[in-house]
């Protein structure tokens, strides 16, 4: 099993129990030849290498409780680092990401963050996976149909089937048709519009996902998130 995975790859044991077959794949050698070609053309590829898999590394399946949908990291220098939506301290908070903090605080009345960094929601149980894991400097969607699709359908099936009573935040087109086999007699599935500002007003701000998330877990007896970012 470890053979099958590059050694700068951090992905945490309770994943490698149900991924680690999917390194040994051809989707995933051919996307592993298809970034390695990238790099060796001089394109830089974000997040770096040791983050791709920063969302699973973070948040060990068993602690699973809210899954949050991207599409593909953030393109531009300093952005990405393994987790959808989120920035690091320091970098200037994207407009999507100003979105759910904005329906954070109508819905929960929890103050605007000052930064942008999520971690504390993976380090919570809230998975932060993007849809896409890599993605060319300054080429939004540019490793979109490379293989990551099939990698994180297998995440979302892994999580179907082996964990009981995870919300999952549902937030426009892409992220509905990615979650479309979701069981919803075990999970809890909530849909609304992309927070980006072209459809945020369509019906994500009010969409209420968080207190539903939080009334959702405390009913099957888990633990609510705290979704303030301080």
């Not at 009345?109 to 993007?130: E, F």
Request: hydrophobic residues 40%; aromatic residues 10%.
């Amino acid at each position: 099993m470890g053979d099958s995975i590059p050694r700068n790859i951090r992905l945490h044991a309770s994943w490698l129990e149900y991924l680690a077959v999917e390194f040994e794949q051809p989707y995933m050698q051919a996307l592993r030849d298809f970034l390695r070609a990238e790099k060796r053309a001089g394109k830089q590829i974000f997040p770096p290498g040791d983050e791709l898999f920063a969302a699973l590394n973070g948040t060990p399946l068993d602690q699973v409780k809210v899954v949050i949908l991207g599409q593909d990291p953030y393109h531009g220098d300093g952005q990405a680092h393994g987790l959808c939506f989120s920035v690091r301290p320091g970098v200037p908070i994207p407009p999507s990401l100003q979105n759910i903090f904005k329906e954070l605080h109508q819905e929960l009345g929890l103050p605007l963050p000052g930064h942008g960094s999520l971690t504390a929601w993976a380090g919570q149980g809230v998975l932060l996976l993007n849809s896409v894991l890599s993605v060319e400097r300054g080429r939004a969607a540019s490793h979109q149909g490379k293989g990551w699709e099939t990698f994180t359908d297998r995440v979302i099936s892994v999580i179907n089937d082996a964990c009981q009573h995870v919300v999952f935040m549902l937030w426009g087109n892409s992220a509905q048709r990615k979650g479309a086999f979701i069981d919803g007699s075990r999970h809890c599935v909530l849909k609304a519009p992309h927070p980006s500002p072209l459809s945020a007003h369509r019906g994500f701000f009010g969409c209420g996902h968080f207190a539903a998330a939080n009334a959702y877990l405390a009913a099957h007896g888990r633990a609510p998130v705290d979704w303030q970012i301080t």
